[in-house]
């Protein structure tokens, strides 16, 4: 695996509770292509996954979808297939047929050009998916060879419909050219309008690409070669390449003209003309054939049905009869006695001969061995018992065996039904139950490692149980092997030995639980659900730190351990610092109000000018607030204060 492909963060992340990303496929403009697991239907698909950069522009989410509905609209076996559309989070993806091979962009840079029937081949199927498109009203507007897939098992198929239209929305926005520079056709470039004969246009300079290994237009800057596709005409392709037949360098010409009405109409029109240009070159395409397109490999009639080829009449020859006279008949009477006396011969040595083979075959050939009998799921003794009523000696040899229970056979060597002689000696493998495996530490590695390690081990995972930890996000954090004839689970996490076809638990860390200390109670609450913890309750408690009506702490989870998904809790908000009461000094003197207050905790205000006289001739005769009423420590307390006496 590249370096890229490990720092992928998608790669083992399971979207939408469905898909498992396995590998990266390929990288586009607008989206990456991974290879995933469904594990609802336990089948191989492409992610195409939208670069997250994009997910907010509505112009890029609706080609997005677009690519789903157009070719959720196709029913044909060369155009792929599309399965699913949906988002996660804030990743919007596409579910598409997975092919594995190549890009005819990937063949063309290996091979250069293509032999005259491989592009009939590749043609062939691509105008029979796009005569589909077609049909339906759906104009792909980005046709080149990156789109085109060419799978291991022969099948040809166009996909990426993300610029895909119906042909009654085919107007590109201001002066914005959507597709390739290469293959755009030239009203695309003049008046930015595309429909079935655009798509046409860029088959046609797929095709002169294919035959002579080069694009017809080239040029530093893209409208250079803009203005090529509006200005010039595209050459034979037999200019470059003498091998081409004429018919090819018609049909190039024909799907390349500048104005849209002298091309074929659609790409069902050019398959017509492509399947009359295979007859008159003899050329058959190897690939599958859509059953539907209207277009039959000969003439088919008025009724439209497909030309039968009808086996010739056998004629036999008429016989001859010949007037022989008596000395020819008498020569071919000779010859019949002659010939029948040496059959007799034959006959009489081939007896002999059969009798002598007969004797070697029983006595010391073939026929003096005996088969070995199918002994498997015997105990030992039985199986030694049906060797030895064969004359066979049955010796015990201990294997390892998953599907056999202990104590029975597996199979012998050699193996059921092979030949010995008589009292040889055959190997009776006898199961001594699952091997033993020793996993070295597993907690601290990413889930899929461990899951591979331990299915490579034979021991069967099955779903994870997540929590939230100090450890980071996708490690498991705790291993549970449950042995296969029952009992208590026994901890992996660090080191064990189990036996294969045990199962194992994994416990795999959702990394720290998302703080809510200091939250509104509303983002405290919001968090939580996000992370799969559910607000049960909420509780107050004043507090000198935190604010009022912000969270001072969520509750312990209960029974203690690591937060799970599912699991509920209590916030505690702060109703502000706490209230106390104020002490009464009315009646007290200056010092001794003072100091009744500032040891309760509170400020004391008055007049500076009372500090000249004596403590003992003042006397406080009210105070701000009241003595008894409740305030926040640190609150100033304001005296009133007279002279005694």
């Not at 003899?282 to 030309?307: H, N, W, Y």
């Amino acid at each position: 695996m590249s370096t890229s492909q490990q720092t992928d963060p998608l790669i083992g992340r399971l979207v939408d509770g469905r898909y498992r990303v396995r590998a990266r496929i390929a990288r586009g403009g607008m989206a990456t292509v991974y290879v995933a697991t469904d594990l609802r239907l336990e089948r191989r698909i492409a992610l195409k996954v939208m670069h997250g950069h994009l997910s907010d522009d509505s112009v890029f989410q609706s080609r997005f979808i677009q690519e789903a509905r157009a070719a959720a609209r196709l029913a044909d076996p060369h155009v792929v297939n599309v399965f699913d559309q949906g988002q996660d989070g804030d990743m919007a993806y596409l579910v598409m047929e997975y092919l594995p091979g190549i890009t005819l962009r990937e063949l063309l840079k290996e091979q250069r050009r293509l032999t005259v029937p491989q592009a009939i081949s590749i043609m062939d199927a691509i105008l029979s998916g796009l005569a589909a498109a077609h049909r339906a009203g759906i104009v792909h507007r980005d046709v080149k060879p990156e789109n085109v897939l060419l799978a291991e098992d022969g099948r040809i198929k166009i996909g990426d419909f993300g610029l895909a239209r119906a042909t009654t929305a085919n107007t590109a926005t201001g002066a914005q050219l959507l597709g390739t520079i290469a293959y755009l056709a030239p009203e695309l470039v003049t008046r930015g309008t595309a429909d079935a004969r655009s798509d046409i246009y860029a088959l046609g300079i797929m095709l002169y690409e294919m035959l002579t290994g080069e694009q017809p237009y080239k040029g530093e800057q893209p409208m250079q070669i803009a203005y090529q596709h509006a200005t010039d005409s595209v050459p034979r392709p037999s200019a470059k390449n003498p091998g081409v037949p004429e018919q090819l360098d018609e049909l190039v010409l024909w799907s390349t003209e500048k104005l849209p009405d002298d091309r074929p109409l659609d790409a069902r029109e050019m398959l017509e003309r492509l399947r009359e240009i295979e007859r008159e070159l003899g050329i058959t395409p190897q690939v599958a054939r859509t059953v539907e397109t209207g277009i039959t490999r000969e003439d088919s009639g008025a009724s439209g049905e497909l030309t039968k080829v009808l086996p010739a009449a056998v004629t036999a020859p008429s016989a001859v009869i010949e007037d022989v006279d008596n000395t020819s008949r008498l020569r071919q009477a000779t010859r019949r006695r002659s010939r029948r006396g040496a059959s007799i011969l034959v006959l009489v040595l081939l007896l002999t001969a059969l009798a002598a083979g007969a004797g070697w075959w029983f006595g010391s050939g073939p026929g003096s061995q005996v088969a070995v009998p199918d002994v498997s799921g015997l105990t030992f003794a039985d199986a030694q018992t049906a060797l030895a009523q064969e004359s066979l000696i049955g010796v015990e040899e201990g294997v390892y065996s998953l599907e056999v229970d202990t104590g029975l056979v597996v199979d012998t060597d050699p193996a059921a039904g092979a030949r010995l002689d008589k009292d040889a000696e055959v190997a009776v493998r006898v199961s001594l139950g699952p091997a033993e495996v020793t996993l070295s530490a597993l907690n601290g590695k990413p889930e899929d490692d461990v899951r591979a390690q331990l299915e490579a081990a034979r021991i069967a995972v099955g779903e994870s149980s997540t929590y939230y930890t100090d450890a980071d996000a996708g490690v498991v954090i705790g291993v549970a092997v449950t042995p296969r004839e029952g009992g208590d689970a026994v901890e992996c996490g660090e080191e064990c030995t189990v036996h294969e076809g045990d199962s194992a638990t994994l416990r795999v860390s959702l990394g720290p639980l998302p703080s809510v200390r200091d939250m509104t109670e509303s983002d405290a609450r919001s968090t939580l659900e996000a992370a799969g913890i559910e607000v049960a309750s909420v509780s107050q408690e004043a507090s000198t730190e935190i604010a009022e009506g912000r969270v001072i702490y969520m509750t312990d989870r209960e029974g203690g351990g690591s937060w799970r998904p599912g699991d509920r809790t209590t916030l505690v908000v702060s109703s502000g610092p706490p209230l106390f009461p104020v002490p009464d000094v009315v009646g007290m003197t200056r010092d001794g109000a003072a100091g009744a207050l500032r040891a309760e905790g509170f400020e004391v205000n008055y007049s500076a000018l009372w500090n000249v006289w004596p403590d003992d001739l003042t006397e406080v005769t009210a105070q701000d607030p009241e003595g008894s009423s409740m305030r926040v420590r640190g609150t100033t307390v304001t005296l009133q204060i007279t002279v005694t006496g």
